[in-house]
């Protein structure tokens, strides 16, 4: 299995280099479909702007480390912070669009965009600090 | 690729409508840029306001909440914001989060007028 690691400074102008990296990995044969590839741009610059969020306060001089995994099967993203970490099941759930008060958030789309855009995630306590486990499916050569 | 606004100067003032337009790549780095001309504007008094993103291929959720933000003062004051996009990439991100039904998205910036003056 081909292993890809990426280490960025916590810093916020790096995402559009990390979504080229990744995209990029996603689309050695066999490549993901192109719109597959858009949701993987998308949920590896929410995950990777939270991680780049919570760990600059803990370890402003050291990396976060985007780590690709191509399996035959699938293409697994992680991506290890030193934040403290959260529970994003205890996240509250934004109103819905149809209530006036959803204009009130401006935040909180990105876990459950995530969610959406991926076929797995994990979000896991590492001993010193988050790991963010990103998988989607791989065609089979046949399909 | 960088966000580019034009700025207030240099929009197109339509039926009494401002213009944006945005290009590139709306990220939570780039995002702030927009987020300032929008409430500028908005602030001044311009609060009917067209956000052109045919040039945007690509716009997270911070992105999304400077919109957000901008429509909800735009419409407090009266006004509103409409959208103009019609890349798939952006749609289906407006579609997963349920914002295109928050906003009001169409073809063309003479669509976006004519929805504005019509009232539709």
């Known amino acids: 299995m081909a292993e890809i690691h990426l280490e960025i400074p916590p810093r916020l102008d790096y995402l559009a280099v990390v979504r ?10 066999p490549p993901l479909p192109e719109s597959r590839l858009d949701d993987l ?9 939270n991680a780049i969020k919570a760990h600059r306060p803990e370890a402003e001089d050291e990396p976060v480390v985007i780590s690709c995994r191509l399996a035959d099967d699938r293409f697994q993203v992680d991506i290890r912070d030193r934040g403290p970490g959260f ?50 499916n791989r065609p089979s050569p046949s399909a | 690729m960088e966000l580019e606004i034009s700025d207030s100067d240099a929009s197109v003032d339509t039926h009494g409508w401002t ?22 504007l908005i602030e001044a008094g311009t609060t009917e306001l067209v956000v052109d993103l045919e040039g945007v291929d690509f716009i997270d959720s911070t992105g999304l909440g400077v ?22 990439r952006l749609l289906k991100v407006f579609d997963v989060t349920g914002l295109d039904e928050v906003f009001t998205i169409v073809d063309s910036v003479d669509d976006a007028v004519a929805v504005a003056v019509d009232g539709i």
């Open chain 2, 67 to 88: 919109l957000i933000g901008a429509v909800r003062r735009a419409r407090s004051a009266d006004g509103d914001l409409r959208l103009v996009c019609t890349n798939s």
């Open chain 1, 20 to 29: 080229l990296v990744v995209a990029s990995a996603a689309a050695l044969d």
């Open chain 1, 87 to 136: 529970d994003p099941d205890a996240l509250s759930a934004l109103p819905d669009v149809a209530d006036p008060k959803r204009l009130q958030h401006e935040s909180g789309l990105g876990i459950s965009l995530i969610r959406v855009l991926t076929d797995d995630v994990t979000f896991a306590a590492a001993p010193d600090g988050t790991i963010v486990s990103m998988t989607l």
């Open chain 2, 19 to 40: 213009v944006l337009t945005a290009t590139g790549e709306i990220d939570v780095a780039a995002a702030p840029g927009l987020r300032e001309q929008l409430v500028e």
């Open chain 1, 41 to 49: 741009r998308l949920a590896v610059t929410e995950a990777c702007s």
